[in-house]
């Protein structure tokens, strides 16, 4: 049994060497040095095969005289490696086996030597006293005779102890050296300051008027308890336009002696909106979705307006050319909670009720807008897919803010839409969408006592329209191309237009495409805008394209003056195009008018450049070439024939400064110009069109 375990072992301890052995060198441990040393492996066990954990192996050098140490493993191995060559003695020595007799070992320079040492137990009599060794049955060895003690026995004199050991050093409190924080919000960081002068500085005490560092006020830490935060914001919105519009010199001209058409087109607009959001929420403010939260934002808005011409700021003429209005609104008041966890990567589902902002897709093409309503959202598959279901009944709008009033609009909009992220290609998000428009039939005068509901042209009578909107879009990139895309197909019926004069089926269609590419600081854009028109406006079927409630950032946003300003056709009570939007629409006003899907439709070719001049400037530059689809419906509208299909060129410039780095403090310019063709001379003016406008706002 034991030549067996030691060849076992050998084989064991040899196996990983045999490539080396293979090669022609003598094997050796991995940490033994190259030829130079020796090395020693063995297995201290008991009579029974056994392995003795724990016993103390000794190897002495003969030569040198010096004495090497180990211990033996839990199975009783022992291993040494870098051992100087020569003759040593190996002795083992375990608590309750006996002595052994040295071992005189030779270990050769790069050998491996294997050593098995076997302990016996020491045994017991039957008062468990260990026996005296004898020979294998032979008599006990005879009581060796008593010697003469003396009268006292003299003991073996001990070794005086030394002095006794020093006393353990006792542990500290626990109060001396860790430091409870029951609320781990309220830590207060070190005063440490790295870098002098001013910069980004850590460790920096926060303050009630300070965004940027920890403030209460900011949801940092909580108002009370460990998952219960405010958020309050303040924002400050000034915005400043110098422009020119064609405007009509009336019979309440402010220059009754002049027989131009047109009056004078310089206006002056000054708006500032100031807006108080405070937002009470509860959760971990991490990558979990929050408990439940309640947000209330109450908006202030100042405006004048000084126009050159009567009846621009009033219908009535005696109000003169300029006008100040104040108004307040509630543009956000709602509750949300958390319904339910789907899954452990906080895929949620969760419900909002109240007046609430709501984008329904990726620019605003069809509904952009803050209004009451309830709305059913959250996520999938690791936030792979997301997803709305809101119903909204609109209010009606304050006509010279555009602030939400108290007072219902009897129309009520329905979405539903799905996003899917990384569809085909990382990075690039597709949604799907569904928009219901049902806008009952009212009567309504503006603000300036304009009629707007419905609108003043053909047939006015109050009419209700039922739309459909079934929408593809995406946004993302695919390679290094930035895409964004939308296409929109739109049915119902108007039971009345006021330009065919009859109930008309609603097919009209819309779609849109931006490109860009980012290289260096620079990303250069190009777009396509259409907006399907009508070629028969007295027909059974209406297929020109509006929206519901749009703001679209596209083909330019702020920097084009087709989208940002808005143009009335002269002497009609409607407009070209509304403010903050593409579609011409004919309405009497988009904030306040209904949908009109009897109108010209267009084409918008973009070509753009935005550039990161530094970290804290960026800089725009932006030109539209603008083009109606079909004219037919301004023919009969105006009583004009052959008016030309081409509308102008857009061009504009403009910058976006944040001195923080942030967009806690913006300041925005801009130059848009308007330089009209030929359609466009043919149902307004000829002269050139600009604005020069700028948008300064803090956000606390």
Known sequence: MKRAWLCLLTLVAAA????????????????????????????????????ISGAAIVLRNQTTGNQIAITAAGDGVFRLADLAPGLYRVTASKEGFESMDPLDITFTTGGITVVDITLRVVTLDENGLRSIPRAFGGPLPPF????????YRELPALTPPGPPPP??????????????????????????RRYSGNGDIPYVDGHWYDPFNRNKAKGDYPIFGNNTFLNLTVTSDTFLDKRTLPVPSGLGSIDPDTGEFFGNFGQFAITENVAVSATIFHGDTSFRPIDWQVRFTPEFNFNYLKAQENGIVNIDVRKGPSRYDQHAGVQEAFFEARLKNLSSEYDFVSARAGIQSFNSDFRGF??????????????????????????????????N???????????????????????????????????YDKDDASFQFDQNHFLVRPQPIGSV?????????????????????????????????DKLNPLARHRVDINAQMAALELSLDKDWLRYRVSAFWASGEKNPRGNTAHGFDAIFDNPDFAGGIFSFWNREGLRLTSTGVGIVGGDSLVPSLRSSKIEGQANYVNPGLFIYN???DADVTPKLRAFANLNFVRFQYTKPLEILLFQDSIHAGVGADMGIGIKYRPKLS???????????FFPFQGFSDISTSKTLYSLFTNVRFQF
Not at 22 to 51: F, H, Y
Request: glycine letters at 10%.
């Open 366 to 399: 069809i509904f952009n807008d803050q209004e009451p309503g309830l709305r059913l959202f959250g996520n999938l598959k690791s936030n792979r897919y997301q997803y709305n279901l809101a119903a909204f009944a609109m209010l009606e709008k304050d006509t």
């Open 16 to 51: 990983p060497l045999c490539p080396l052995a293979a090669q022609g060198n003598p094997p050796r441990l991995p940490r033994q040095s190259e030829v130079t040393t020796a090395a020693v492996q063995g297995i201290i066990r008991m009579e029974n095969g056994l392995g």
């Open 144 to 151: 060796p005779e008593e010697a003469d003690l003396g009268p």
């Open 663 to 673: 967009d806690n403090i913006t300041v925005t310019g801009g130059f848009n110009t």
């Open 461 to 493: 009578k109050p009419h209700a329209i039922r739309a459909y909107y079934y929408g593809l879009t995406g946004d993302g990139h695919i390679g290094r191309i930035n895409v964004n895309h939308a296409f929109y197909q739109v049915v119902g019926h």
């Open 401 to 435: 803010s555009g602030l939400n009033s108290f007072a219902l609009r009897h129309q009520q909009v329905f979405v539903a839409n799905l996003y899917r992220q990384d569809f085909i290609k990382p990075g690039y998000t597709i949604q799907v969408s569904f928009h």
């Open 167 to 192: 006393p353990p050093v006792p542990m500290a409190e626990e109060s001396k050296v860790f430091t409870p924080v029951p609320n781990r919000w309220q830590y207060e960081f070190p005063k440490y």
């Open 607 to 609: 070509a753009g450049v």
